[in-house]
């Protein structure tokens, strides 16, 4: 009895642990480097998640993301921004840009296809 009483309150805790992670915990915020052209430029690293996960553009300006996809996962092998109308395939060990222009100031998520990786854009 006591054993599993052990066992359910490791396991509740785990839970927890790993819903803090993804819904509560703090990640750092990467600016867009703005190119000479009037471009701003954001490399992103598919293995797992996206790194980085939160990225800081202007509005106005036109951005180019570049993602490189470092696995063959199912899940990766599409990003998806919902708020642009944009879902596009990523290709295992390829770089694929997606390029726009954000025209509104707001926080707006991409994910993976099936929704369970996800990243911010954040346009200011």
């Given at each position: 009895?006591?054993?599993?009483?052990?066992?359910?309150?490791?396991?509740?805790?785990?839970?927890?642990?790993?819903?803090?992670?993804?819904?509560?915990?703090?990640?750092?915020?990467?600016?867009?480097?703005?190119?000479?052209?009037g471009l701003q430029e954001v490399k992103i690293v598919v293995?797992?998640?996206?790194?980085?996960?939160?990225?800081?553009?202007?509005?106005?300006?036109?951005?180019?993301?570049?993602?490189?996809?470092?696995?063959?996962?199912?899940?990766?092998?599409?990003?998806?921004?919902?708020?642009?109308?944009?879902?596009?395939?990523?290709?295992?060990?390829?770089?694929?840009?997606?390029?726009?222009?954000?025209?509104?100031?707001?926080?707006?998520?991409?994910?993976?296809?099936?929704?369970?990786?996800?990243?911010?854009?954040?346009?200011?």
């Open positions: 009895m006591l054993m599993k009483l052990i066992v359910t309150i490791s396991g509740l805790m785990l839970i927890i642990l790993v819903n803090w992670y993804f819904l509560f915990s703090k990640r750092k915020a990467f600016q867009a480097e703005t190119k000479e052209i293995k797992g998640g996206y790194s980085p996960d939160v990225i800081v553009v202007k509005k106005g300006i036109p951005v180019r993301l570049d993602f490189y996809r470092e696995e063959t996962a199912d899940c990766s092998d599409t990003i998806v921004f919902g708020d642009f109308n944009i879902r596009k395939p990523l290709p295992a060990f390829k770089t694929t840009a997606i390029e726009f222009t954000p025209e509104k100031k707001g926080e707006y998520v991409f994910t993976c296809g099936m929704g369970m990786m996800r990243g911010k854009l954040i346009v200011r």
